[in-house]
Structures are given as structure tokens and as C-alpha cells.
């Protein structure tokens, strides 16, 4: 048994001692005698062996059932396993939150709709993955509860924390209920979204065989979970949209349970049931000290410094309270305000701290942080305080990756974790040091993008290197590939502006070291997109030393890279993969195997486009029309030159349906560059006259945006253009 070992031993065997004569007199004289029956005894030790083994096969039943008996009591209970424990799952707490109290919201009725319960019940019967979206208060998670709980026998349903996936302590994927309708339950999954890791996660739950459910505010929100999630959403199927309520049904909701339509309907059921309209008028009739300490509330919220489900240190939110929002109460008069507010049902109180109905933030409660300066202001009341400065860091390097102002929140995060580093506590061989190490690179990285390229770069590349002085392969081996993985980023992005050989080769070592780790069998999404990197490094290094040889290696990595971004899974990952090995090929058929090697990039380019079409993606479809276009043009001077340049041409044109002059001015100028080159090539072999007129008229387009001044680079090369082609178009 695996629950109780039950040690025990034989009794020790008597060894019979013979006389050096041989048989004993006594056994001599019974076989004189003719009978043996009741004059022969039988040994002791034969006995006590008997009854040695008769008890050991006792005990082992005994040893056996007591383990079964174990067993069934430790296995796993059908319900909710939280980070916690398991939790019934007829407890509605555990899956609604706050809204599980009828003071904010909660009401045991439940209003069916048949077109959303029957579905969710549907697919999870059929071990089908879910994603319910919907507005605020549409009923998602409800929906899914009430699914749930139909179920007999109950389905084994865990709940991953938001914080371990923020750590990368996903639930093992190995020790995933095997039961029938092992469930994974996601509840607003765009707030879990903030690893690269979680669509690998995802795909790994799904092939151990777990239905994965999930929720999503429809709106921004459902579109950053499908931007984030492209390669993964479709594990979901189409999406399960709670449609409207609409106002007859809300009557007829309200009439059953006993209540009035609110002003504050918005077409969700959840709005007849959740107090908007009340805590609205709550809140206009409340006092300045009470506004005031909500909006310190709502600081906290905007700059990320709370728990899971919306839960505030009381203490944090003193420090708003008194430092920005300016007000000052003693102790008796800060308790007298924070339980008045509990009173009238802004929040409850549960020791210290509290927890708010996200709704009200969002809703109600007025003033929210835009500008970096805010954020700023709240981290200076954190200086002693990593957990805090650390969530405030992570909310100004989102937000740098959304906003506009990307350089100042990149900055912000910058000078957040320069805070962090003056922390006392914070030993340089901590955990938390390194991981502010690694968005400290992060946010060097992403300043690089917009300003001083090589000096942010070569501060991201500082910060890694420091990093992984602590995150080695054998202490931390996730944390060691993805750093690896970023350091290899930089020095690709350092390669664009100085020492591209160096750079390039520095890259592709970081990529290689990250390897070590993210294999094709234990991280296979990892995997695939470090070897598209590494691909793209060795195409880089490709432009300025041994091309053929790079070339092969940039092609390799990017073969590996397919072998897990297939079309049906991957398609984004796919058509940008296949794009890349088409320039490969591309830039290889430059110096060997010129028309095979042509060839082969058209391929890829029109595998790209089966995902990149005109409709859904506009700027790839366009960019890889171009791509394909040069291909035809090196393939024209191979063979069939005349089909071959009217398909570049066909290519060309098909960028300019989004390439156009007004929208795109430079991008509209490039494909008037590679128009001109098909027609002179024409121009070549056949209609001179005609041909040398479009290739000029072409490149004169393309002067009309690249003036000398704005571009000299382009300017002279289509100077050059131009004076090659006077000299072949003359009579």
C-alpha cells in the first residue's frame, strides 16, 4: 500500500541436528514398528512456519485493504481545487468571488437562457474546451457555475491563482485529475495572460485531455486575450457571446425576484442584481473623506497594487489616503470611516484588508492614473515596500507596451526598478533582485525600439548579463532560457545599428544557450520561437559574411521552428516563420542554386499567404507580396522571364492595395522601387520602348517621397536606378 507498510518477519527456522550416526533412535524404532501415523510428530519449526506464513498472508489482506480504504478517502473529492484545497463545489464563493454575497449582488435565483446553458453544458459533456464572453456583469461566470453544478458525478475543476501563473507556478500538468471532466477554469483569462508561457500551458492541459473553460470581458479586453493567445484561442472553439438582455426580460427578471429595474440597466442581467444604482447614489451622498479614501482605492487598482479578486491592503491604502489624496484622521476617525463605507456596502472588511467589487472601480468610483507621473507618485510611497514596487513596475511596463507614450513608461520602469535596487532587504543573489534584473532589460529593450537603439541595448544586454549570473541552467532553467532568449533580442536589435558579424554571433550563442533548455519534447512553443530567432540571426549575419553557410542555418532553424508552428495549430506563427524562410531562401538563391533556391522562397511566401490574406491581416499580406515579388524577378532571370516578371508584377500591385501613397508614403515608395525593377528587366527583352517609359515613371513616383533630403540613402540609389536606365533605353 502506498498509505501503510506493515513490517513483519518470519519466525526464525530451527535447523535439525542430526547425530554423526544419521537417523534418530526414535525414527528408527517407528519405522520398525510398520506405523508412522500417531507415532510420528510433527516438528516445532515446521508449525511455527505454518502459522508464520498463514499470519503474513493475513496481514498482507489486512495491509491491503487498509491501503484501498486510504486511498479512497485521499483521492481527490470532485469539486473546486484551489490554490488552497479543494472546495465544494456547490459553495458558489469559490467561483463568483465578492458577487457570492447577496450584499454585493448575489441571489440564488439563477434566470436560464437556453442558447448560453445549454451550450456550456454541451461542450463540457463532450469534453470540449470553452470561452464565454460577454459584458460586465453579463452573467459569465455565473453561467458557468450553474453548468457545473448539473453535473452528476461532479467534475473535478481547478483553479489556477492569477499570482502563480504571474510566477510561472502553473498546476503540473502531470498531476491534472485524469477522472472524467478534469476541468481547468480560467475566470477573466485575459488577467492570466501575463507569461508567453501561458499558450504553451494551455495546449499541454488540452493534449493531457482537461477541458479548459474560460471567461473574457468582450471588448478591449477579449481583443488583447487574442492578441496575446493568437496561436492558442482556437483551442476554444468560437467563442460562447452573451447576447443582451433585453428590456422586457429584465422586467420580467425583476417582477419574479421581487424588484425594480434600476436606472442603471446597461442590457445585463447582472445589473438588475448588482447595487450599481444604489452605490452610484451612495457614493454622490457620501463624504469627502469617504470619496477620498475610494479613490485612493481606485489609485491602487490603476497602478496594480492588490491582490486576486480585487482584495486592498488597508494599510496601502492609508498611504494613498493621507499622502496623495492629502488627508489626514486620526486612528479612531480612519476605522470610523473605513467601517461606515463597509456599512453601506462599497466593500467588506476581512482583517487587513478589503476586498471591492471590481465593477464599482471600474464603474463608479471616479479618477483613474493616465499619465506616468501618477504612477510615479504612488511608487514613491512604496520605497519600502519590493511586492508593491514590483507590481507597480509590472503596470508601467504594460502600459509601456499599449500606450503611445511607450519611451516615458519604459523610463518609469526603469527608475521603479532603481528603487527596488536601493531596497536594504534586497540581497544581489535574491530571486526578487534577479527577476528586476530581467525587467530591467525588459524595459531598456523596449525604450530601444523608439530611441538611442544602441545605448538602451547595450544597458538591456548589462542587465541580462547580471541576471544570469544568478539564473543558471542547473539553479533555474526556465528563468536561464528565457533570459538567454531576451539577451539574444538585444544583441539582434544592438546588430541593426553597429557590429552586425559581432552582434549577430553573440545572438545567435544566446539562442543557442537557451536551447539547452527549451527542447522540442518538454517546451515545444519555446523551442519553436527560439529557433525562429536564431533563424533570423543567422539571416542578419547572413548579409555581411558567408552567406551560403548562414543561410543553410538560418534555414534549418526555421524548418525546426515548423515542426511546431503547423498551420492548423500555429497559423500566425506559421505564416510569420514561413515568411522569414522564404527570405532565406531568398538571399541564398543570391549566390547557389539560384532557381531551385527561388523556387523554394515562393513556396514559402504563398504558404504565408494562405494565412496572410488582404481581409484579415493587410500589412503582412502586403509585405509578403513584396517579398514575393523579388523572388520572381531573381527567378525571371532563370527561366520563363516573361511569366515570371508579370507575376512580380501581379505581386507588386497586390502590396499597393495597401501600400497606397496616402496611407503609406515610404512602404508605397519600396514597391515603386521594385516596379521599376521588374520593367527595366522587361525592358531587357521585350518592348523596350514601353517598359523603359513604366520604369521610369516608376522611379520618379518613388523620388517624389524620397527627396534627398528626407532619405539620401534611397535618394542616391534611385538616382542610380535612373541613370542605369537612361543609359539601356537609349535608341
Known amino acids: 500500500s502506498d498509505y501503510a507498510t506493515i513490517l513483519f518477519e518470519y519466525p526464525a527456522q530451527r535447523s535439525l541436528l542430526?547425530?554423526?550416526g544419521g537417523i534418530e533412535p526414535a525414527a528408527l524404532a517407528a519405522g520398525k514398528n510398520g506405523s508412522c501415523m500417531e507415532d510420528i510428530s510433527i516438528p516445532d519449526w515446521v508449525i511455527n512456519l505454518g502459522l508464520g506464513i498463514l499470519g503474513g498472508i493475513i496481514v498482507a489482506v489486512i495491509c491491503a485493504l487498509i491501503g484501498r480504504f486510504y486511498k479512497k478517502r485521499r483521492a481527490p473529492k470532485p469539486g473546486v481545487i484551489t490554490p488552497e484545497g479543494p472546495r465544494d463545489l456547490d459553495d458558489p464563493k469559490y467561483l463568483l468571488g465578492i458577487r457570492a454575497d447577496e450584499k454585493f449582488g448575489f441571489n440564488p435565483y439563477y434566470h436560464p437562457r437556453e442558447y448560453l446553458d445549454d451550450e456550456i453544458y454541451k461542450r463540457i459533456n463532450t469534453f470540449k474546451s470553452l470561452l464565454v464572453i460577454g459584458a460586465p456583469l453579463a452573467g459569465k461566470t455565473r453561467a458557468v457555475y450553474e453548468a457545473l453544478r448539473k453535473f452528476n458525478p461532479k467534475p473535478?475543476?481547478?483553479?489556477?491563482?492569477?499570482?502563480?501563473?504571474?510566477?510561472e507556478n502553473y498546476p503540473d500538468v502531470e498531476n491534472i485529475p485524469t477522472a472524467k471532466r478534469a476541468i481547468l477554469l480560467f475566470d477573466d483569462i485575459h488577467k492570466y495572460t501575463v507569461r508567453d508561457s501561458m499558450a504553451q500551458l494551455l495546449l499541454r492541459y488540452k493534449d493531457k485531455g482537461a477541458i479548459i473553460i474560460a471567461t473574457c470581458r468582450k471588448g478591449p479586453e477579449y481583443d488583447r486575450l487574442c492578441d496575446s493567445m493568437k496561436d492558442c484561442i482556437g483551442i476554444f472553439g468560437d467563442p460562447i457571446e452573451i447576447e443582451k438582455f433585453e428590456r422586457d426580460d429584465a422586467e420580467a427578471v425583476a417582477k419574479e425576484t421581487n424588484r425594480d429595474v434600476p436606472d442603471t440597466f446597461d442590457g445585463t442581467i447582472g445589473s438588475l442584481f448588482v447595487p450599481l444604482q444604489e452605490i452610484e447614489e451612495r457614493y454622490?451622498?457620501?463624504?469627502?473623506?469617504?470619496?477620498?479614501?475610494?479613490q485612493s482605492i481606485k489609485s491602487l487598482y490603476d497602478a496594480g497594487v492588490y491582490d486576486e479578486d480585487e482584495v486592498f491592503a488597508i494599510d496601502h491604502i492609508g498611504r494613498v489616503y493621507t499622502n496623495i489624496e492629502e488627508m489626514t484622521a486620526t486612528e479612531d476617525e480612519w476605522q470610523v470611516v473605513l467601517r461606515r463605507l463597509e456599512q453601506k456596502g462599497f466593500y467588506r472588511i476581512s482583517g487587513d484588508a478589503i476586498q471591492i467589487e471590481e465593477t464599482y472601480l471600474q464603474n463608479i468610483i471616479p479618477g483613474s492614473f493616465n499619465d506616468p507621473d501618477d504612477l510615479l507618485a504612488i511608487s514613491k510611497l512604496f520605497n519600502d515596500d519590493f511586492d508593491s514596487l514590483y507590481?507597480?513596475?509590472?503596470?508601467?511596463?504594460?502600459?509601456?507596451?499599449?500606450?503611445?507614450?511607450?519611451?516615458?513608461?519604459?523610463?518609469?520602469?526603469?527608475?521603479?526598478?532603481?528603487?527596488?535596487?536601493?531596497?536594504?532587504?534586497?540581497?544581489?543573489?535574491?530571486r526578487d533582485y534577479t527577476n528586476t534584473l530581467v525587467y530591467l532589460g525588459l524595459a531598456y529593450g523596449g525604450l530601444a525600439d523608439v530611441e538611442d537603439k544602441?545605448?538602451?541595448?547595450?544597458?538591456?544586454?548589462?542587465a541580462y548579463e547580471k541576471a544570469l549570473k544568478i539564473y543558471t541552467l542547473d539553479s533555474f532553467p526556465k528563468d536561464y532560457a528565457m533570459t538567454q532568449n531576451n539577451l539574444g533580442i538585444a544583441y539582434q536589435t544592438l546588430a541593426e545599428v553597429e557590429d552586425k558579424a559581432a552582434n549577430c554571433r553573440a545572438a545567435i550563442s544566446a539562442y543557442e544557450n537557451a536551447l539547452k533548455m527549451r527542447t522540442l519534447e518538454s517546451f515545444p512553443m519555446q523551442y519553436a520561437a527560439t529557433q525562429n530567432n536564431l533563424g533570423t540571426a543567422y539571416s542578419t549575419l547572413a548579409e555581411v559574411e558567408d552567406k551560403a553557410s548562414n543561410c543553410r542555418a538560418a534555414i534549418e532553424a526555421y524548418e525546426k521552428a515548423l515542426k511546431v508552428f503547423a498551420f492548423d495549430r500555429f497559423p500566425m506563427d506559421y505564416a510569420m516563420t514561413q515568411n522569414n524562410l522564404g527570405n532565406a531562401y531568398g538571399t541564398l538563391a543570391q549566390v547557389k542554386d539560384k532557381a531551385d533556391n527561388c523556387r523554394a522562397a515562393i513556396s514559402a511566401f504563398e504558404k504565408a499567404l494562405k494565412v496572410y490574406n488582404l481581409d484579415s491581416f493587410p500589412m503582412d499580406y502586403a509585405m509578403t507580396q513584396n517579398n514575393l515579388a523579388g523572388a520572381y524577378i531573381i527567378l525571371a532571370s532563370e527561366e520563363e522571364f516573361s511569366s515570371n516578371c508579370a507575376?512580380?508584377?501581379?505581386?507588386?500591385e497586390n502590396a499597393m492595395k495597401v501600400y497606397t501613397r496616402e496611407q503609406f508614403p515610404m512602404q508605397f515608395a519600396d514597391s515603386q522601387i521594385i516596379m521599376g525593377a521588374i520593367y527595366y528587366k522587361l525592358a531587357l527583352i521585350e518592348n523596350k520602348s514601353d517598359n523603359c517609359s513604366k520604369a521610369r515613371q516608376a522611379h520618379n513616383t518613388a523620388l517624389e517621397i524620397y527627396t534627398k533630403e528626407n532619405n539620401p540613402e534611397r535618394y542616391k540609389m534611385i538616382m542610380h536606378n535612373l541613370a542605369v536606365l537612361e543609359n539601356t533605353c537609349k535608341d
Open 18 to 20: 542430526r547425530p554423526s
Open 156 to 167: 473535478f475543476v481547478t483553479m489556477p491563482s492569477i499570482q502563480d501563473v504571474q510566477d
Open 284 to 294: 454622490g451622498l457620501t463624504a469627502v473623506e469617504g470619496k477620498k479614501l475610494l
Open 391 to 430: 507590481k507597480i513596475m509590472a503596470t508601467a511596463y504594460r502600459r509601456g507596451l499599449l500606450d503611445v507614450r511607450k519611451a516615458a513608461y519604459m523610463k518609469l520602469t526603469i527608475t521603479i526598478c532603481r528603487q527596488c535596487f536601493e531596497l536594504q532587504h534586497l540581497k544581489e543573489t535574491s
Open 454 to 462: 544602441a545605448a538602451n541595448c547595450r544597458a538591456a544586454i548589462e
Open 647 to 652: 507575376l512580380a508584377v501581379e505581386a507588386c
